[in-house]
C-alpha cells in the first residue's frame, strides 16, 4: 500500500484520488496554493515535508505539470493506472502518468512520464506518446503513433497510423 499526496486539488485531482482509493493505496491529501479548498493539507511549495510519500500531480495543464515536475525532480512520483483500463503486459508507463477508467494502451505502447491518458482514451500498439502529453476523453490513436512533449489530443480526436505529431501540438475535439 502506497501514501499518496496529489498535487492540485482541482477536478482533475479529484479524479486521480478516485483511482488511488480504487487501486487500494492510500490518499492522504492534495497539496495546493489554495488552501482554501477541500482536502488540502498545505501548499505546494510545502511538498518536502511529505518526502516519504509518494506523489502525482492532478494537474490537466501540460506545461504546469513539466514546471512543477521539474522543480521538484526529488519527489517520489506515483503511476496511477484505473483498475478498469486495459494495459498490454508489455506497455511501458512513465512515472507520474494517469490513466483513467476504459482506456486501452495496446502492445509495444510506451507512454512517457506525467501524461494523462484520459477516459476511454485508445493508445493502439506501437504507440510512443513522450512526456507531458494529454490525450483527452474518447480520442483514438491507431498503430504506430507518435506524440511529441507537451501536445494535446483533444476529446473524440482520431489519429490515423503511422503519424508523428509534434511538441507542443494541439489537436482539437473530434
Known sequence: MCDVIIIGAGGHGQ?????????????????????SKHGVIGTVDECKKYIDKYFIIGIGNNETREKISKKYPELNYYTAIHP???VAENAMIG??????PNAVINVNAKIGN?????????????????????????????????????????????????????????????
Request: net charge negative; proline share 1%; with cysteine.
Open 114 to 174: 506525467h501524461c494523462i491518458i484520459n477516459t476511454s482514451a485508445v493508445i493502439e500498439h506501437d504507440n510512443i506518446i513522450f512526456d507531458y502529453v494529454h490525450i483527452s476523453p474518447g480520442a483514438v490513436l491507431c498503430g504506430t503513433v507518435s506524440v511529441g512533449k507537451k501536445t494535446h489530443i483533444g476529446a473524440s480526436a482520431v489519429v490515423k497510423n503511422n503519424i508523428a505529431i509534434s511538441d507542443n501540438v494541439l489537436i482539437g475535439c473530434g
Open 84 to 86: 478498469k483500463a486495459i
Open 95 to 100: 512515472k507520474g502518468t494517469v490513466v483513467m
Open 15 to 35: 479524479v486521480i484520488a478516485d483511482i488511488i482509493n480504487k487501486k487500494g493505496d492510500r490518499f492522504c491529501g492534495f497539496l495546493d496554493d489554495d488552501t
